[in-house]
Each structure stands twice: as C-alpha cells, then as structure tokens.
C-alpha cells in the first residue's frame, strides 16, 4: 500500500511486463530498476522474482533478461545498444566506465572496450542542442589525442542492427591491443 493504494512491487511489475515487452525493452526496464544511483530494487531481487514465477507467461524472457541487467545503463537505448553488442558476442564490454585522459578529463563511455580502447557512445536528441554538441565534440577531441576510437550511434544504427555490429567488428579488428 502506498498512499493509500494497492501497488505492485516493482518485482512483480517487472516479471508483469515480460509478457509484453521484447527482450531488450525488458532489459532496459530492468536496468532502471536496479541503476546503483538509485535503485528499486536489486539484481539479486528480480532473480528470486523470476526463479518464483514458474511456466507462466514471459518465463523464458525473464530468465534471457535477467542474465543481461547493468545497474550502470543510463537510458533505454543505451541498455538496448548493450543487449545488441552483447548479443554480438562482442566481449570486454564496460556499461559508463570512467576514462581518464593525459590532460586529467574525465569522461563516461557508455560503453568502453578499453583492451582495444574503443567507446561506443550513444547520442540522443539531448545531445543536438549547440551547448551539448559542442561539449561533445572537445570531449571526443581529447579521447581521441589520447588514441580512443568514439563510435558514434544513433536511433538510425539501431534500426540496421546488422550493419551497426559489421562496423563495431571492423573498428575492434583494426585496433591492436590496447592501442
């Protein structure tokens, strides 16, 4: 109860939905519950939610989603560029991982391959403004002179997942190393 009305504990709300979301969404949902700035519940939560839901509907969504949380995703679609390259079999993948460049800036990759030193960057709307764009670029700037490759992707990428991982494989291939 809560305020005086019956609710739904956000386990069961997210076991709810796995009978109406795709598989990605229902990480995504996920991802919010558990963010480690402000979670509603835990991974490990979710997990007795899903090993008590037994054979009713979404139970094979629920146990593909739960194996793919991150309570360090930021928005919807960057949860759902993390399920693609993981899908991908594309390992070595951090979700926000703090980098600091030679001159002392630290910036967040939504997701780093720091073996090959190559961020994927997720770049909504929020990001066309000329203040945000702007910052985005001196942002790029300074990773890439510290030798980071920044893979931009958009709302389009995702729309031709297959092309998107293609590029993400060219760019790890034709990286050394800890470059």
């Known amino acids: 109860m809560r305020n005086g009305i019956r609710m739904t504990t956000p386990e069961r709300t997210w076991c709810d939905l796995a009978s109406v979301l795709s598989g990605p969404d229902l990480v995504a949902a996920g991802d919010y519950l558990i963010h480690h700035e402000l979670p509603l519940t835990s991974q490990d939560a979710l997990r007795a939610a899903v090993d008590g839901w037994g054979g009713r509907a979404g139970a094979g969504r629920l146990r593909w989603a739960i194996e793919r949380l991150d309570d360090h995703s930021e928005s919807r679609r960057e949860s759902i560029l993390r399920v693609l390259v993981l ?30 030193k190559v961020i994927i960057e997720y770049q909504s709307r929020f990001h066309d403004g000329t203040k945000e764009f702007a910052a985005d670029m001196t942002r790029i700037s300074r990773l890439e002179a510290d030798h980071w490759y920044v893979l931009q992707v958009n709302n389009r990428d995702l729309a031709d997942s297959g092309e998107l991982v293609q590029r993400i494989r060219k760019v790890l291939a034709d990286r050394s190393p800890s470059c």
């Open 87 to 116: 899908g991908a079999r594309i390992s070595g993948v951090t979700a926000n991982e703090w980098i600091v460049t030679s001159g002392g800036y630290r910036y967040r990759g939504d997701l780093v391959i720091r073996g090959k």
